[in-house]
């Protein structure tokens, strides 16, 4: 009979964050990306609309948080072996090509803008900010409890922290709109946003292709994997080593192992006291090694640079 291996994927930040105050965070979220649009079209500001368009990115974010968390707690199973978790980062992913989607339309609007400038009501501008920052404020704080380990939800943090700043940002141009009828302030307001939100995408996407494809985590150097497989008495070499990440937090490791000496039964031993220190020293919780001696291991198709020797 088959068995499914793997482990129940949770993100690390969970204990912290309960699913009701996630959703909590999505309601106001929405009420408010409605109220800033409204506000925004009443006013006549490109700056509020923009803001709004983020906060709608930030509700949309923390929905897929909840729902990626609850994916991720799913036990593995027979179709996937390794569990749920990595659908944490598929979330990851979305959010951050929301953000860069929405950052560049910004951009297209605020320059149409230039070419029409519109009037714009400077204290509906004012208010609707002011209330968004509250709001940003209370869900960042919210969700700040549960960014420090999950990519996932550090995304959807960083959504809000961005979106409190452009708050801020359109209020400073619905004052100057109302002291000195600088309605371009709007605007320059609205290429900022778009620019933060940019860099924000940027920053986070290549992290998370790379999770995606099963790349070396970022915290694991390849080099001292190797070096420290092939210090421990009685291996002679290592070929075909495999490091990838099981969602986020969870690690993984296949290698082929050439023993110098002692039998296959010593292996065992062997074997043991390796994966508890890969566990220790590298996080590495899920690890398959393979052995033979030298003379019966076939390594000739092994790629130069799977072996430190």
Same mark, same amino acid.
């Given at each position: 009979?088959?068995?499914?291996?793997?482990h129940?994927?949770?993100s690390?930040?969970?204990?912290?964050?309960s699913?009701?105050q996630?959703?909590?965070a999505?309601a =106001?979220?929405?009420?408010?990306?409605?109220?800033?649009?409204?506000?925004?079209?009443?006013?006549?500001?490109?700056?509020?609309?923009?803001?709004?368009l983020?906060?709608?990115?930030?509700?949309?974010s /923390?929905? /897929?948080?909840?729902?990626?968390?609850?994916m991720?707690?799913?036990?593995?199973?027979?179709?996937?072996t390794?569990g749920y978790?990595?659908? %944490?980062?598929? *979330? &990851?992913?979305?959010?951050l090509?929301?953000? /860069?989607? =929405?950052?560049?339309?910004l951009i +297209?609007? &605020?320059?149409?803008?230039?070419a029409?400038?519109?009037p714009? $009501?400077?204290?509906? +501008?004012?208010w609707?900010?002011? !209330?968004?920052? !509250?709001?940003?404020? +209370?869900?960042?704080?919210?969700?700040?409890?549960?960014?420090?380990?999950?990519?996932?939800?550090k995304? &959807?943090f960083?959504?809000n922290?961005?979106?409190a700043?452009a708050?801020?940002?359109?209020?400073? &141009?619905?004052v100057?709109?109302l002291?000195y009828?600088?309605?371009?302030?709007?605007?320059?307001?609205?290429?900022?946003?778009?620019g933060?939100?940019?860099?924000?995408?940027?920053?986070?996407l290549?992290?998370?292709?790379?999770?995606l494809m099963?790349?070396?985590?970022?915290?694991?150097?390849?080099?001292? =994997?190797?070096?420290?497989l $092939?210090?421990?008495?009685g291996? %002679?070499?290592?070929?075909?080593v495999?490091?990838?990440? /099981?969602?986020?937090?969870?690690?993984?490791? %296949?290698?082929?192992?050439?023993?110098?000496?002692?039998s296959?039964?010593?292996? $065992?031993?062997?074997?043991?006291?390796?994966?508890?220190?890969?566990?220790?020293?590298?996080e590495?919780a899920?690890?398959?090694?393979? *052995?033979?001696?030298?003379?019966?291991?076939n390594?000739?198709?092994?790629?130069?640079?799977?072996?430190?020797?």
């Open positions: 009979m088959a068995h499914a291996h793997g129940a994927g949770h690390h930040g969970e204990e912290n964050l699913d009701r996630l959703v909590f999505v =106001i979220n929405v009420l408010l990306t409605l109220a800033q649009i409204i506000g925004g079209i009443v006013s006549g500001s490109l700056a509020l609309i923009a803001d709004a983020h906060n709608f990115s930030d509700a949309a /923390l929905g /897929l948080a909840w729902f990626a968390r609850r991720g707690r799913r036990p593995a199973d027979k179709l996937m390794f978790a990595q659908g %944490e980062v598929v *979330a &990851a992913l979305i959010n090509t929301t953000l /860069l989607i =929405i950052g560049f339309y +297209v609007e &605020a320059v149409n803008r230039f029409e400038p519109q714009v $009501e400077g204290w509906t +501008v004012i609707v900010a002011g !209330i968004a920052l !509250i709001i940003d404020l +209370v869900t960042a704080f919210i969700v700040y409890r549960g960014a420090h380990d999950s990519i996932n939800m995304a &959807a960083l959504h922290v961005s979106d700043l708050s801020v940002g359109v209020i400073v &141009a619905g100057l709109i002291l009828d600088l309605t371009i302030a709007d605007l320059v307001i609205t290429l900022i946003i778009a933060y939100v940019i860099w924000q995408g940027v920053t986070l290549p992290r998370t292709v790379r999770l099963g790349a070396v985590p970022d915290e694991l150097e390849f080099d001292r =994997i190797v070096a420290f $092939e210090s421990q008495q291996i %002679e070499s290592v070929h075909h495999h490091i990838w990440n /099981l969602g986020e937090h969870h690690r993984a490791l %296949e290698t082929h192992i050439v023993l110098s000496s002692g296959l039964d010593d292996f $065992e031993t062997l074997k043991m006291s390796v994966k508890e220190q890969l566990a220790q020293r590298f590495i899920h690890a398959t090694l393979e *052995a033979c001696k030298a003379h019966d291991c390594t000739d198709l092994v790629p130069p640079h799977h072996s430190s020797r």
